[in-house]
């Protein structure tokens, strides 16, 4: 019997420490990205609001709002946490690589904080800004297509068809950084033009430091085009 | 024909002169508002809560319902959007939310954060608006209250909180939380009831 949890606790640490496998690539090389892999990152200027539950290892979630305006093809976005209760607790504008903390309480005003929000919003809404190097079919549905990044991660965006894909986020040594999921949420998807927002998106940090975000959407506006 | 133009305008005056007064009523001085709402032991009130933000184009709104019972119980629950309730009782303040369909607490550290407005709710509802050294109250003509924060760490997240009471003692219309020139919360309240009984399990975790 006490077999079983050591075999949880394998299985756990084998699925903790996923590594990049090599798939098997479309040759020749891809020249551009195919419509199931932009499926995930919106066009246009969008105004997203989201119930966001934060999960630190072995602690109870935490529930904020966010709010984010963002405009993927100018590479800008600002972003409001606030409190159910509407006490903003961080507001950050990022563009084109800079960062300002606009306001906010600590501990959400420190660099931490900041840095790794801006990084986990840059995976899950903006398209990878590296180089596309593989697009592979792992089943009749899903396409993967392969990025690499001027410091040297990878990034893989697996589309699974409207509101179900994933991104994977792997340090250069191979190791599993960040894995996002987006679902059909329980309130529904939200239209906008040709894309759909999807109505849940999971985000799990990897590592030591490891945190979960689970993002429902409470609203969706496209604001232009 | 003069002494009835005469009398008429009177009768208007005193009209005037009483309806002055009974909206003045209980607002006039905070011994006045303390005298008012001390037979209150109960407040349930539906709220309606607009965030207005200079980057939303339009606020976001939710509403809930609230429910005080004196002397430190209050239950300040969201139904719309995202459900959450947070729960003052004894001293402890927890707040759970609704996810994938089942409740759970909620661990996050800006609970510390809305601990201190609660209080200040809770002030607020037994309608002790001047007893928080925090703040400095102004109680202004038209039913309004000012409360400014005297602390820079509190100046920092809060401008200014106003209040507008109702002609009906005890009775707050709305509240609006100024955070700065681009971000406020307005809270309107609607079907507030007093001392209606309130059901003690509702300030506990169920």
Known sequence: MRVVPWLCLVVLLLSGCRSLSEPEPVSPPPTAVPAACQLPFLSGVWQLTHAIEATLPGRQPGLMIGVSVLSPADETFESVLLTVEGMVVFQARYEQGRVEIEGGIEPFRRDGFADGLIEDFKLVFFQPMGRLTTVSMISAEAVVCRYRLSDGDQVEVIGRGANRWEIHQYHPSGSLRRTVEAFPGDRGDVEGGALAVPGKIRLTAHGAFGYALTLRLIEAQRLSD | ?206
């Not at chain 2, 006045?32 to 965030?51: L, N």
């Not at chain 2, 606020?59 to 003052?88: K, M």
């Not at chain 2, 109680?139 to 997240?157: E, G, S, Y």
């Not at chain 2, 100024?178 to 509702?202: A, C, G, K, M």
Request: with cysteine; glycine share 4%.
């Open chain 2, 1 to 206: 024909m003069t002494f009835r133009k005469a009398t008429s305008e009177c009768r208007w005056l005193f009209m005037l002169f009483i309806s002055c007064f009974w909206l003045m009523g209980w607002t006039d001085s905070w011994t006045h508002i303390r005298t008012e709402t001390a037979g209150i032991e109960t407040v349930t009130a539906r709220f309606v809560q607009t965030k207005h933000l200079k980057i939303l184009s339009k606020p976001l709104r939710s509403e809930g319902i609230i429910y005080y019972q004196a002397p430190d119980s209050l239950r300040w629950e969201y139904r719309t959007p995202q459900p959450s309730v947070t729960l003052t009782h004894r001293g402890k303040t927890e707040r759970y939310f609704k996810t994938d369909s089942r409740w759970v607490r909620d661990a996050g550290s800006n609970l510390q954060v809305m601990q201190y407005i609660l209080v200040e709710i809770k002030h607020w509802l037994s309608g002790r608006f001047d007893e928080n050294p925090g703040f400095q109250p102004e109680l202004k003509a038209d039913h309004r209250i000012v409360l400014t924060p005297k602390d820079q760490a509190v100046a920092a997240m809060i401008e200014r909180i106003e209040l507008v009471l109702s002609a009906t003692p005890g009775v707050i219309t709305t509240v609006t939380i100024f955070e700065n020139q681009d971000s406020y919360t307005h809270f309107v309240f609607e079907d507030t009831r007093l001392n209606d009984p309130i059901d003690p399990l509702l300030f506990q975790r169920r």
